[in-house]
T-cell receptor
Framework: QKEVEQDPGPLSVPEGAIVSLNCTYSNSAFQYFMWYRQYSRKGPELLMYTYSSGNKEDGRFTAQVDKSSKYISLFIRDSQPSDSATYLCAMNVREYGNKLVFGAGTILRVKS | SAVISQKPSRDICQRGTSLTIQCQVDSQVTMMFWYRQQPGQSLTLIATANQGSEATYESGFVIDKFPISRPNLTFSTLTVSNMSPEDSSIYLC????????????FGPGTRLTVT
């Protein structure tokens, strides 16, 4: 079983829709939760990170962590065609040192 | 955040040969890392590049196959040695600018195809 599971998609939505991207994980010790966006043929770009449980909002993006369910989400409001990319979740715990554990990524397509 | 460049951006290599990938950052950074991204797979950490000393490798990766150098605070190289088609992948370097490893910034990647 992978430590971090992520539905590969693709997820296809119309412009303006609310998008929900999710990851589940098995290691209850994970403390830091990150979301990266990766455009085709580019490196991942850090969008947001949260520590432990709760919500964090940044513009149209909201990251949510539910540690009791081992489940994290990224919500994108008023989605735009420019949001079309692969979204990667990543996690870390102090005991892993510098190692981030990534999900395989969800491909998102926002149609205009 | 730091601006990171990688060379080459892509290459096609013959099996049995080696390729050295360079990672250059426009400012001094705390930590530098090398990842592999295989098609349909998660990003996997190969090693942490330590300045002036041997890299720290993750389980499943060895120095003989992936020698890494980091001579200063802005530059690192990863060599993929004695390549086979299974090494075909995207190789990415990432950096942190603070003390927290979870806030990493990635380069554009090097797309390697081994024939």
């Amino acid at each position: 079983q992978k430590e971090v599971e992520q539905d590969p998609g693709p997820l296809s939505v119309p412009e303006g829709a609310i998008v929900s991207l999710n990851c589940t994980y098995s290691n209850s010790a994970f403390q830091y939760f990150m979301w990266y966006r990766q455009y085709s043929r580019k490196g991942p770009e850090l969008l947001m990170y949260t520590y432990s449980s709760g919500n964090k909002e940044d513009g149209r993006f909201t990251a949510q962590v539910d540690k009791s369910s081992k489940y994290i989400s990224l919500f994108i409001r008023d989605s735009q065609p420019s949001d079309s990319a692969t979204y990667l979740c990543a996690m870390n715990v102090r005991e892993y040192g510098n190692k981030l554990v990534f999900g395989a990524g969800t491909i998102l397509r926002v149609k205009s | 955040s730091a601006v990171i460049s990688q060379k080459p951006s892509r290459d096609i290599c013959q099996r049995g040969t080696s390729l050295t990938i360079q990672c250059q950052v426009d400012s001094q950074v705390t930590m530098m890392f090398w990842y592999r991204q295989q098609p349909g797979q998660s990003l996997t950490l190969i090693a942490t590049a330590n300045q002036g000393s041997e890299a720290t490798y993750e389980s499943g990766f060895v120095i003989d196959k992936f020698p890494i150098s980091r001579p200063n605070l802005t530059f690192s190289t990863l060599t993929v040695s004695n390549m086979s088609p299974e090494d075909s992948s995207i190789y990415l370097c990432s950096v942190t600018t603070g003390t927290s490893a979870y806030e990493q910034y990635f380069g554009p990647g090097t797309r390697l195809t081994v024939t």
